[in-house]
């Protein structure tokens, strides 16, 4: 993979239901995965940064994980609200490069 | 805090102008960067800033210059416009490592 992939490009859920998206990323050169949120007319919001093989965060109903090795990256969303309505973009980020590579997003849509 | 600021928030130019845009960084970053978001794409990194020097470029032509001044704001110059530099202009600062940007919301460059 030379670059940030994400999929689905786009997806539709109901409130209530509980929906993950993927962000694929180079392994080699990795330093950083970072998780935005971007809502429409708004600056992106970080939500996460991953640095080690394995790790975990969490914010109240989204969490996210991180495989370095094979260079990939989960979002998860639990019991969806419309207020998750968003862009969801992924970046690596290269370290001594000091530049973020992104992912085109996911949009994601969250009907009542 | 008032967090990332950006000026204009829109700006329409015609083929052959010349445009600069302003960013602001958080309060206690020092490190500005620079994104294009053109329609249906993620983020591209066009350069940062750091130290009032250029400290990684991506890959972007010369028309596309910028400054950092000693206060850590910074200019983004787009010389000699045309219809493909239409697009939302993302700044974001930063501190240290892992690299954790927080952006501004963009300013919408139109180009007729």
């Given at each position: 993979i030379l670059n940030v992939e994400q999929s689905p490009q786009s997806l539709h859920v109901q409130e209530g239901d509980s929906t993950n998206f993927t962000c694929s990323f180079?392994?080699?050169?990795?330093?950083a995965l970072h998780w935005y949120r971007w809502e429409t007319a708004k600056s992106p919001e970080a939500l996460f940064v991953m640095t080690l093989n394995g790790d975990e965060k969490k914010k109240g109903r989204i969490s996210a994980t991180l495989n370095t090795k094979e260079g990939y990256s989960y979002l998860y969303i639990k019991g969806?609200?419309?207020?998750?309505s968003a862009t969801y973009l992924c970046s690596s980020d290269g370290g001594a490069t000091n530049k973020l590579i992104f992912g085109t997003g996911t949009l994601l849509a969250v009907q009542p | 805090d008032a967090g990332v600021t950006q000026s204009p928030t829109h700006l329409i130019k015609t083929r052959g102008q010349q445009v600069t845009l302003r960013c602001s960084p958080k309060s206690g970053h020092d490190t500005v960067s620079w994104y294009q978001q053109a329609l249906g794409q993620g983020p591209q990194f066009i350069f940062q800033y750091y130290e009032e020097e250029e400290r990684q470029r991506g890959?972007?032509?010369?028309?596309f210059s910028g400054h950092q001044f000693p206060n850590y704001s910074s200019e983004l110059n787009v010389n000699?416009?045309?219809?493909?530099?239409?697009a939302l202009y993302l700044c974001a600062s930063s501190w240290g490592q892992p690299n954790e940007q927080f952006f501004g919301p963009g300013t919408r460059l139109t180009v007729l």
């Open positions: 180079p392994s080699s050169n990795f330093y969806s609200q419309p207020e998750d | 890959n972007f032509p010369d028309r000699a416009l045309w219809l493909g530099d239409s």
